[in-house]
């Protein structure tokens, strides 16, 4: 089993009965069969702040164990950024947690007690509407000129959906419908609608005289003159 990381794939194509992964450096990788397994997240979203890509900066945490007695900053205010929070308060580092809006509304109410909990034993301090404006090697800076020590940085601001993935791959997602799929939706509404109005328009709009408006036919796009006695 040949195992290769830091590989981004980028593209997958057809060719007769093999598959072809472009990768982002051009190379092409071949295959009979590709199993994806990257589940409905694809790349991590960015601050835009200078220093983003420094070494210890990351958009994932996969051990608080790992880290101790150390300063870190967690960037977030959903429930990822404050398990983090929670977790690496327990494993004895001092964390402060970065929020860009006032209020953290959308943490699980658990959560929220937790780190309520942290806050007030002093393990972690809330930085609300302070969003980062820039990342150095052992300190991070916010919108209100604060400069917090931070030898880690955790970015746990969401992950988006890998559509461009799979629309460059030809691969349509569950629920998406096809252009065909569209075509017939948007027919079927026109067609009710039709079905509708034609059921509840009262008789007097319809009997006309000469020179009348059809109404009933100006509903499916077009205008009728002519008596329908």
Do not use: C
Not at 96 to 110: A, F, H, I, Q, V
Not at 162 to 167: A, L, T
């Amino acid at each position: 089993l040949e195992i290769r990381a830091g590989v981004r794939i980028e593209r997958l194509r057809r060719e007769g009965p093999v598959v072809v992964a472009e990768t982002a450096a051009g190379e092409e990788i071949r295959a009979l069969v590709v199993a994806l397994g990257i589940g409905k997240t694809g790349d991590a979203r960015t601050l835009d702040v200078p220093g983003e890509g420094l070494p210890h900066v990351a958009d994932r945490l996969f051990d608080p164990g790992a880290h101790r007695d150390e300063d870190i900053l967690i960037v977030g205010g959903g429930d990822s950024a404050v398990e983090a929070a929670v977790a690496l308060a327990h494993a004895g580092n001092r964390v402060t947690l970065s929020y860009r809006k006032d209020e953290l509304t959308r943490p699980k109410e658990g959560n929220l007690r937790s780190l309520r909990s942290q806050v007030d034993q002093g393990r972690v301090t809330l930085r609300l509407g302070s969003p980062v404006a820039r990342i150095e090697p052992d300190k991070a800076a916010l919108s209100d000129g604060t400069e917090i020590p931070a030898t880690s940085v955790y970015a746990l601001i969401g992950r988006e959906m890998p559509v461009g993935f799979f629309r460059r791959s030809g691969i349509r997602m569950e629920g998406e419908l096809s252009l065909p799929g569209k075509l017939l939706f948007l027919l079927s509404m026109l067609f009710a609608t039709v079905v509708y109005f034609g059921k509840s328009m009262p008789m007097d709009w319809i009997h006309r005289g000469p020179g009348a408006w059809d109404l009933k036919n100006n509903v499916m796009g077009y205008v009728g003159w002519g008596a329908f006695a």
